[in-house]
Each structure stands twice: as structure tokens, then as C-alpha cells.
């Protein structure tokens, strides 16, 4: 069962924190790094008003039957007519529903061909299309909305993700490149990632993921824009997984193509434009919590060797400030 509701309830919030911000005077407090920063602006939270009262208010409910279930709830995302897009990966299919929670039906299944998958990844809307990314099929299919809400997508084409006449790419130590979000003029953003290699070889390393500007044409090589931070892995005979305290880097691209990051170990924000050039930050003075070794240990799965190894692993001392950023296409983030 999918709550519509409950992301827009959260999405809204952390916006209204955003937005009903103040500049702050000359006595707040931030770390001198910070205050030496150019074209930083620094947020109060003193100046936020608590809210008396906060209701949740369940909207439509977009729920499965016996007759159509989903049996993996993927990625999700809306289009112009408020249909709500429900990958299924288990099944190699995605269900559409309407705005009031009617189930329309379902499209793709799984295989090699047209508008079928080896896997139900991400998904991203541009131009009354639909894109699909199929990571093990290492390619993205397109499907046309059309302009009646009561038909389903239908398959238009797909853009192959990989080429023998790439130069250099992808570079040396990095994975396959993946599909991210389709930027405003149609060219798509793809992205890479340090091989887990890395961390086999050497355990304290901390890899970098990279973003690249294509075209969509296999002709063209993928070009480099940006890059933030990986996260250190737990490293044992059997795992190499980021724990979640762990600081690491984010991203995230909004509608006008300007690039947001972070790192998630203070709540400051920088604002890069369409090519990944830094223009300004902002700031706001948040004091994450304290981290024990014991919070650590039990953050991770019951199981010897990761408990073991967080037990013997150098660990922050306070949790991360930020988990996740989103931006929506009304240009908040």
C-alpha cells in the first residue's frame, strides 16, 4: 500500500523549515570555516515558530488486489494527469493508477525486448515521456504518455547505455555508468561510482561517485560535471556495505537543471548551476546527536562479522546531520 499523502505531508514540511527561515544577524553562531565562506547565507532556527498543532491527513490510499498484486514496491513517480507510476522490479512490470486510486493497468514484462526489462530501476518524466532505466538491460526505455489519462504508456524506444567507441570511459576503477534524471533540454544525466575494489583493497578508502552530461548518442562520450563523496564501508569476508553513520555526499539535480550537495555531516547546503559550478551555500547551525559505539553496533544487521567489524572500526562521534535531499519541480529542495 502507497500513501500519497505521507510524501507530500514530509516533502511539505522540510520546506516549510526551508522557506520560513530568517537571515540571521551578527550573533549567530557557525563554525569559522563557515563564516569565511563567499555568498553563504546563514539560517536561524531561532527564528522558526513551533507549530501548535501538526495533522496528518491520509488522502487516497493506492493499494494492490488479488487479481493485480505488486509484489515489490520500486521506484514511484506522478505524471501531468496525477496518475501515480509504480515500478514492480520482482515482476518486470509497472502499474499505473489514477489520481483517486483507481487501478488503470499495467505495462512491460520481463526480457530483452521492446518496452520489456531484465529489472525495474528509476524512473523520470520529460516531455510527455516516460523514462525507464533497466540497469541490468544496461539501457532506458521511453514510453509516450500520450494525452488521454486513461491510456496506458505505450513504448516509443530505448537508449542503449554503453558503447565500444566511448574514449576512456568509463575511467579506470569505476563501474558501468547508470542512469540518474533527464536534464530540461532532453540530454540525460548518467552516473558512476568507485568499484567496490577499492574498499577490498584498501578498507579505510572512501570512494567518490561522478555525474556525466550525455546526449543520449552512443557517438558521443559522456562528459564529467560533477562528483561528491562516497561513504567508508564496512569491509568482512562476506560484506562491504556503507552503515548509516557513515557521512557521505548527495545530490540532487532540480527542474531548472542547477545542482544541489551536501555532505551529510553538517546541514549546509551548496548551489552549483547547470555545469556543476559552485554559486552560493547556506547554512543552517544544527547540532547532530552524539554517536555511542553501541548506537553504532546495533544500527547495523544482527550479524557476527558486522557487528565485529563495527566494533573495532573508527566511527564518528555524532550521527549524521543530513540522510537524504529531494527537490521537486517547483524548485524546492
Same mark, same amino acid.
Given at each position: 500500500?502507497?500513501?500519497?499523502?505521507?510524501?507530500?505531508?514530509?516533502?511539505?514540511?522540510f520546506?516549510?523549515?526551508?522557506?520560513?527561515?530568517?537571515?540571521?544577524?551578527?550573533?549567530?553562531?557557525?563554525?569559522?570555516?563557515?563564516?569565511?565562506?563567499?555568498?553563504?547565507?546563514?539560517?536561524?532556527?531561532?527564528?522558526?515558530?513551533?507549530?501548535?498543532?501538526?495533522?496528518?491527513?491520509?488522502?487516497?490510499?493506492?493499494?494492490?488486489?488479488?487479481?493485480?498484486?505488486?509484489?515489490?514496491? &520500486? *521506484?514511484?513517480?506522478? $505524471? +501531468? @494527469?496525477g496518475?501515480?507510476?509504480?515500478?514492480? %522490479?520482482?515482476? !518486470? #512490470?509497472?502499474?499505473v493508477?489514477?489520481?483517486?486510486?483507481?487501478?488503470?493497468?499495467?505495462?512491460?514484462?520481463?526480457?530483452?525486448?521492446?518496452?520489456?526489462?531484465?529489472?525495474?530501476?528509476?524512473?523520470?518524466?520529460?516531455?510527455?515521456?516516460?523514462?525507464?532505466?533497466?540497469?541490468?538491460?544496461?539501457?532506458?526505455?521511453?514510453?509516450e504518455?500520450?494525452?488521454?489519462?486513461?491510456?496506458?504508456?505505450?513504448?516509443?524506444?530505448?537508449?542503449?547505455? &554503453? *558503447?565500444?567507441?566511448? $574514449? +576512456? @570511459?568509463?575511467?579506470?576503477?569505476?563501474?558501468? %555508468?547508470?542512469? !540518474? #534524471?533527464?536534464?530540461?533540454?532532453?540530454?540525460?544525466?548518467?552516473?558512476?561510482?568507485?568499484?567496490?575494489?577499492?574498499?577490498?583493497?584498501?578498507?579505510?578508502?572512501?570512494?567518490?561517485?561522478?555525474?556525466?552530461?550525455?546526449?543520449?548518442?552512443?557517438?558521443?562520450?559522456?562528459?564529467?560535471?560533477?562528483?561528491?563523496?562516497?561513504?567508508?564501508?564496512?569491509?568482512t569476508?562476506?560484506?562491504?556495505?556503507?552503515?548509516?553513520?557513515?557521512?557521505?555526499?548527495?545530490?540532487?539535480?532540480?527542474?531548472?537543471?542547477?545542482?544541489?550537495?551536501?555532505?551529510?555531516?553538517?546541514?549546509?547546503?551548496?548551489?552549483?548551476?547547470?555545469?556543476?559550478?559552485?554559486?552560493?551555500?547556506?547554512?543552517?547551525?544544527?547540532?547532530?546527536?552524539?554517536?555511542?559505539?553501541?548506537?553504532?553496533?546495533?544500527?547495523?544487521?544482527?550479524?557476527?562479522?558486522?557487528?565485529?567489524?563495527?566494533?573495532?572500526?573508527?566511527?564518528?562521534?555524532r550521527?549524521?546531520?543530513?540522510?537524504?535531499?529531494?527537490?521537486?519541480?517547483?524548485?524546492?529542495?
Amino acid at each position: 500500500m502507497f500513501e500519497n499523502r505521507w510524501l507530500i505531508a514530509t516533502v511539505t514540511l522540510f520546506t516549510v523549515i526551508i522557506t520560513g527561515c530568517t537571515w540571521a544577524d551578527s550573533d549567530i553562531q557557525a563554525p569559522d570555516h563557515i563564516l569565511e565562506m563567499e555568498n553563504v547565507t546563514i539560517y536561524d532556527y531561532a527564528d522558526i515558530e513551533t507549530a501548535d498543532t501538526l495533522r496528518l491527513v491520509r488522502e487516497q490510499i493506492f493499494t494492490d488486489t488479488d487479481e493485480n498484486p505488486i509484489t515489490t514496491f &520500486g *521506484s514511484i513517480i506522478t $505524471d +501531468n @494527469f496525477g496518475r501515480v507510476i509504480i515500478g514492480d %522490479p520482482r515482476q !518486470h #512490470t509497472i502499474h499505473v493508477f489514477m489520481h483517486d486510486g483507481i487501478y488503470l493497468g499495467r505495462f512491460g514484462r520481463e526480457g530483452g525486448g521492446p518496452g520489456e526489462f531484465r529489472w525495474v530501476g528509476s524512473m523520470d518524466i520529460h516531455d510527455n515521456r516516460l523514462y525507464v532505466n533497466d540497469p541490468n538491460g544496461r539501457r532506458v526505455n521511453l514510453f509516450e504518455l500520450g494525452s488521454n489519462a486513461r491510456n496506458l504508456p505505450e513504448f516509443e524506444t530505448s537508449i542503449v547505455i &554503453g *558503447s565500444e567507441s566511448w $574514449d +576512456n @570511459f568509463p575511467e579506470p576503477g569505476f563501474m558501468n %555508468p547508470g542512469f !540518474h #534524471t533527464v536534464r530540461s533540454d532532453g540530454s540525460l544525466l548518467l552516473t558512476s561510482r568507485t568499484s567496490p575494489i577499492l574498499y577490498r583493497e584498501n578498507p579505510d578508502s572512501t570512494g567518490v561517485r561522478k555525474y556525466y552530461q550525455w546526449s543520449g548518442n552512443n557517438s558521443d562520450n559522456p562528459e564529467a560535471i560533477f562528483e561528491i563523496r562516497e561513504p567508508k564501508h564496512i569491509v568482512t569476508e562476506w560484506f562491504l556495505i556503507p552503515p548509516s553513520f557513515a557521512t557521505r555526499g548527495l545530490m540532487t539535480m532540480a527542474g531548472d537543471d542547477r545542482i544541489y550537495s551536501a555532505n551529510t555531516e553538517k546541514f549546509l547546503i551548496h548551489v552549483h548551476d547547470t555545469e556543476g559550478n559552485h554559486q552560493s551555500s547556506f547554512y543552517y547551525p544544527f547540532e547532530s546527536r552524539e554517536l555511542s559505539r553501541n548506537e553504532a553496533v546495533e544500527s547495523v544487521d544482527d550479524h557476527e562479522q558486522l557487528r565485529d567489524a563495527v566494533q573495532s572500526m573508527q566511527i564518528p562521534g555524532r550521527w549524521p546531520a543530513l540522510r537524504q535531499m529531494f527537490s521537486d519541480n517547483s524548485g524546492r529542495i
